[in-house]
């Protein structure tokens, strides 16, 4: 699914993109006003309202009166009228700063749930030698058998495995796992780093980089 993503704070529209890629969204991301209505088609637009060239709310009424596609705003303001204007103009759904990821997806599905109760899965899951990852339902398989993750352990294995044998610092994991920026001692990720090594034993070796961080390295399947 493609998601276009209007936000002009850098930092903001990073982690989101990456956010939603974790759990297998396409991402497009646009700064402007002007730039949202240039793009092409999309399945859900998520709409920041103060951008630099125009007031996302008429961002809004263009989109709205181009079609159908589903608009979730997210805003920094916390004014009532806004949220109220926003869905008037046509807006699916609503989030305000600061928000989770988690708490994003949980809308972009409720708003889909709605507007496409049909909408058939496409994809499905991405194999990483015997370990498979559905991004869509969030759930890893080793073999065929489900894995059981709580919901920290998925999201570092779905961001180890964005790009296997990649080495990936602390900072970079804590801070897109934890949505943190994270200065102290990152004890609880050794913690999950040890639970997955276990869950997936044989089949991906998580290394440990001394002084900077990890790399995941699927394990090549032996068997013809
Ligand atoms: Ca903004």
């Known amino acids: 699914m493609r998601v276009l993503l209007v936000e002009d704070d850098e930092p903001v529209a990073e982690s989101l993109r990456r956010g939603l890629r974790r759990y297998g969204f396409e991402v497009d991301w646009v700064a402007t006003g002007r730039d949202a209505l240039a793009a092409g088609p999309t399945d859900l637009v998520l709409l ?66 709605r507007v496409k109760p049909q909408e058939k899965a496409d994809s499905g899951p991405e ?45 970079q994991i804590m801070e897109a796992v934890w949505d943190a920026n994270w200065f102290g001692p990152t004890k609880t990720l050794d913690v ?4 997955l090594r276990r869950k997936f034993a044989g089949a991906i070796a998580i290394e440990t980089v001394r002084g900077v961080g990890f790399r995941l390295v699927v394990v090549e399947d032996a068997q013809p």
Do not use: N, Q, W
């Open 48 to 113: 920041d309202l103060g951008l630099p060239d125009t007031d996302g709310l008429d961002v809004c009424r263009e989109l709205r009166a181009r079609g159908d596609v589903p608009i979730i705003v997210i805003s920094a303001r916390s004014d009532e009228t806004d949220r109220v204007v926003g869905l008037e103009l046509g807006a699916d759904d609503y989030v305000t700063k600061p928000f989770g990821v988690r708490e994003v997806i949980a809308r972009i599905r409720a708003v889909m749930r």
């Open 127 to 171: 194999r990483y030698g015997r370990v498979a990852v559905d991004r869509k339902a969030a759930r890893a398989f080793l073999d065929a058998a489900e894995v059981p993750l709580t919901p920290k352990e998925y999201d570092l294995l779905a961001f180890l495995t964005e790009e296997p044998g990649a080495l990936m610092s602390r900072e």
């Open 192 to 195: 999950h780093v040890a639970a």
